[in-house]
């Protein structure tokens, strides 16, 4: 994995099943980004925007939990 995605995931700790779907989307969404046919633009927020779509689709009041 991508040492700055890595970090990244670092903020976003485990827990909740909401927060765990956020935080693998997140993931998938950053790989994607850095990948060489990237699908989503290439910065942290597009994959926060783009995470919060996926839960919120069944958790429409979700807000992640993020560290620091």
């Not at 700790?13 to 950053?30: D, K, T, V, W």
């Not at 925007?49 to 996926?54: D, I, K, S, Y």
Request: one cysteine or more; charged letters at 20%.
């Amino acid at each position: 994995m991508n040492p700055l995605i890595a970090q990244e995931l670092d903020r976003i700790p485990r827990g909740s099943l909401p927060q765990n779907i956020y935080r693998a989307a997140y993931e998938q969404a950053r790989l994607n980004a850095c990948g060489s046919h990237a699908e989503i633009g290439p910065g942290p927020a597009d994959a926060h925007a783009l995470a919060l779509r996926v839960v919120r689709g069944q958790y429409p009041d979700f807000t992640p939990e993020l560290l620091g």
